[in-house]
């Protein structure tokens, strides 16, 4: 790659960084890629370090040694995350978003690439911290969900199947309990597509009782994999009590009245501390 200017070499190495979360990047290689010394890449990176830090864009962390680089770590301020998220509820709060049975309408959300970028950043800070190898998610509103988060964390997306599928060969299949309609339901996961003793983290788009997420974990113990988290885009505080104890919900749904044509969307437990 040509010598650029600084400014342009600012710009190029942003955009790189934004690209690559999670992944250490070694010194050389930017030295490299813009014929330029080390000393002159630290100084680069200490400013996008401390624009990254000022604006909430996330961490640049610097690992010293031979075998040291630079590793960016996408974050989203709580303060940010809680005024998207309370233009979200508000969103979802017009009357004209309830169904025929008290359901509400949010495919539409589901499908707005900026919505979904936003969601899944917020995910991506609620568990930086966790040690995990890969997202699992249900089909099928749950995984623009899990794509998201796992963008921003650099993790592949694993989908658990209502049914198996020939092409992706032998399957474990369990039954589980649906927590809204207390069904008795399968659900399949290929035997290639989770490594055993897997760190997992869950996604999925809205929570009644827990019974689809409880039915996922009764699935990874057949893989011998950890949770390490749970994250739903809504839960209900229509029931008493979630069959799931730990999770991180970004909004709540308190109700919805079709005769008075009431919804009530609220943040969700990540912003009760």
């Not at 974050?75 to 969103?91: G, H, V």
């Not at 495919?107 to 919505?115: A, E, F, L, T, V």
Request: aromatic content about 8%.
């Amino acid at each position: 790659m040509k010598k650029l200017k600084r400014s342009a070499r600012l710009v190029e190495m942003t955009q790189y960084l934004l690209f690559r979360p999670h992944s250490l990047i070694p010194l050389t290689t930017f030295a490299e890629r813009y014929s330029s010394a080390k000393s002159s890449i630290s100084e680069d990176l200490a400013i996008i370090k401390e624009v990254f830090e000022e604006e909430g864009v996330g961490e640049l962390h610097t690992l010293a040694g031979a075998a040291g680089g630079v590793k960016f770590t996408p974050k989203m301020p709580k303060e940010a995350s809680l005024q998207f998220i309370q233009n979200l509820c508000s969103q979802l709060e017009q009357p004209e978003r309830i169904l025929p049975g008290g359901y509400l309408y949010m495919s539409d959300i589901m499908g707005q690439p900026h919505y979904l970028n936003e969601i899944g950043k917020t995910f991506a800070s609620a568990f930086a911290g966790q040690d995990i190898d890969v997202i699992m998610t249900v089909e099928t509103k749950g995984i623009p969900l899990a794509y998201a988060t796992a963008t921003y964390m650099n993790l592949p997306v694993v989908v658990v199947r209502r049914d198996t599928k020939v092409t992706e060969g032998s399957a474990v299949s369990i039954n589980y309990v649906s927590g809204s309609n207390k069904r008795i339901q399968t659900m399949s996961l290929a035997r290639r597509a989770l490594k055993e003793e897997s760190k997992v983290l869950i996604i999925d788009d809205f929570m009644h009782v827990g019974g689809t997420i409880h039915g996922m974990m009764d699935l990874l113990a057949e893989f011998k994999a950890t949770v390490q988290g749970v994250g739903v885009f809504m839960e209900s505080c229509e029931v008493e009590e979630h069959l799931i104890e730990q999770y991180v919900s970004l909004a709540r749904l308190h109700g919805v009245d079709s005769k008075t044509k009431q919804i009530t969307v609220q943040p969700g437990n990540y912003f009760d501390n």
